[in-house]
């Protein structure tokens, strides 16, 4: 598509529950990052991919925090056993080509997550 | 000190009047810059990217880059009532290419435009 696409647009889940999140890039772009905004504009970087590769995973916490990029299917954040702090909006975004080349990331509408 | 530092707001402007939004940036080998506009409780909108020093203009819109200063700006002419919304300056890729393409943030500036 011409948009980044997210699902679900608002996640509730308990302390300790499983959330789960999507997104789809735009058509023809290879990487996807994930940020975490939290306290209003606060954005934390968490993992990119290039197509279903992992190209850099340096701001994920692993011990909760998975994602995946496969084939023909949207990519997803996983987190396990979610906590209060975890409570945010995801963004993902996309785009065409990355560094050295000039490149632009462009966002999705977000997953409210919300834990309480 | 933060990697990406907007100047405080918010920023209060007439309608008509030229905004001026500013950021620094600690990485010196930083190679790309974008300016976002974030409404409330809407995703980031990529408004400006700028990768080389000098001015880039759309519009409206013109980045300033100047990297020896480490040091880019984002002027708004003929503000709108419409352009009231957080700027996030975003910097990404430096030359060692360790950042892989991540955007770093700065912590935004809200602007209002009053008619």
């Known amino acids: 598509g011409e948009e980044v696409a997210q699902t679900p647009k608002h996640l509730v889940r308990g302390e300790g529950q499983k959330a789960k999140l999507y997104c789809a890039p735009i058509?023809?772009?290879?990487?996807v990052f994930w940020y975490q905004q939290v306290l209003k504009n606060e954005f934390k970087f968490l993992i990119s991919?290039?197509?279903?590769?992992?190209?850099?995973e340096t701001g994920m916490p692993k011990e909760r925090f998975s994602a995946k990029c496969l084939p023909n299917s949207p990519c997803s954040l996983e987190i396990q056993a979610t906590k209060l702090e975890d409570s945010a909006v995801y963004f993902c975004?996309?785009?065409?080509?990355?560094?050295?080349?000039?490149?632009?990331?462009?966002f999705g509408p977000g997953t409210r997550l919300t834990v309480t | 000190q933060k990697e990406v530092e907007q100047n405080s707001g918010p920023l209060s402007v007439p309608e008509g009047a030229i905004a001026s939004l500013n950021c620094t940036y600690s990485d010196r080998g930083s190679q790309s810059f974008f300016w976002y506009r974030q409404y409330s409780g809407k995703s980031p909108e990529l408004i400006m990217s700028i990768y080389s020093n000098g001015d880039k203009e759309d519009g409206r819109f013109t980045a300033q880059l100047n990297k020896a200063s480490q040091y880019v700006s984002l002027l708004i002419r003929d503000s709108q009532p419409s352009d009231s919304a957080t700027y996030l300056c975003?910097?990404?890729?430096?030359?060692?290419?360790?950042?892989?393409?991540?955007?770093?943030f700065g912590q935004g500036t809200i602007l209002t435009v009053h008619p």
């Open positions: 058509k023809g772009h290879s990487y």
């Open positions: 991919f290039q197509n279903e590769n992992v190209f850099d």
């Open positions: 975003a910097v990404g890729a430096n030359a060692g290419g360790t950042s892989y393409g991540k955007l770093t």
């Open positions: 975004a996309s785009s065409q080509s990355a560094p050295p080349d000039s490149y632009e990331q462009y």
